[in-house]
């Protein structure tokens, strides 16, 4: 599943599809702004109000997308409730989400572009293939999520 320039299908449906396809429950999209170098928010499945107004601009570094960013690989947690890596800040526990993870969106010559995380309610550990195909799927839409210009 892709997404690409000509595609009609909008971020949320691209998210929604996203999702479903790992058997997850919530999931991000975000996208760089070179202006402020924060990760915007483009899309979001099942994440509480109350945490919109912290995931709508996330520093690079700063959480669990904000790290794969940094690090340019993905992210991953088996349990964000019990995590004590320091990785997850504090109020993401709220999502309920346990297995949880995150890769950066990058450009063919490795720009970052932004993130995509993704999220089950139970405790899990992703495969090398999960992290692969995801990175994969952030990949195919780093052309689309670029601002113009």
Same mark, same amino acid.
Not at 2 to 27: E, H, K, R, V, Y
């Given at each position: 599943?892709?997404?690409?320039?000509?595609?009609?299908?909008?971020?949320?449906?691209?998210?929604?599809?996203?999702?479903?396809?790992?058997?997850?429950?919530?999931?991000?999209?975000?996208?760089?702004?070179?202006?402020?170098?924060?990760?915007?928010?483009?899309?979001?499945?099942?994440?509480?109000?109350?945490?919109?107004?912290?995931?709508?601009?996330?520093?690079? /570094?700063?959480?669990?997308? @904000?790290?794969?960013?940094?690090?340019?690989?993905?992210? +991953?947690?088996? %349990?964000?409730? $019990? #995590? !004590?890596?320091?990785?997850?800040?504090?109020?993401?526990?709220?999502?309920?989400?346990?297995?949880?993870?995150?890769?950066?969106?990058?450009?063919?010559?490795?720009?970052?572009? /932004?993130?995509?995380?993704? @999220?089950?309610?139970?405790?899990?550990?992703?495969?090398? +293939?999960?992290? %692969?195909?995801? $990175? #994969? !799927?952030?990949?195919?839409?780093?052309?689309?999520?670029?601002?113009?210009?």
């Amino acid at each position: 599943m892709s997404i690409n320039q000509a595609s009609p299908l909008s971020w949320s449906d691209f998210l929604d599809q996203t999702i479903a396809s790992f058997g997850c429950s919530t999931g991000t999209l975000h996208r760089l702004d070179p202006a402020d170098g924060h990760l915007k928010l483009v899309a979001h499945r099942g994440i509480p109000e109350a945490l919109m107004p912290v995931i709508q601009s996330i520093p690079v /570094g700063k959480g669990i997308a @904000g790290a794969a960013a940094q690090r340019k690989e993905p992210v +991953e947690l088996c %349990n964000l409730q $019990t #995590d !004590t890596s320091g990785v997850a800040k504090p109020g993401a526990k709220q999502t309920q989400v346990q297995g949880s993870l995150a890769v950066p969106v990058l450009d063919d010559g490795a720009r970052l572009c /932004g993130t995509l995380g993704i @999220g089950k309610l139970t405790p899990y550990e992703f495969s090398a +293939e999960e992290k %692969n195909r995801l $990175t #994969d !799927t952030a990949r195919g839409i780093a052309a689309r999520l670029l601002p113009a210009g």
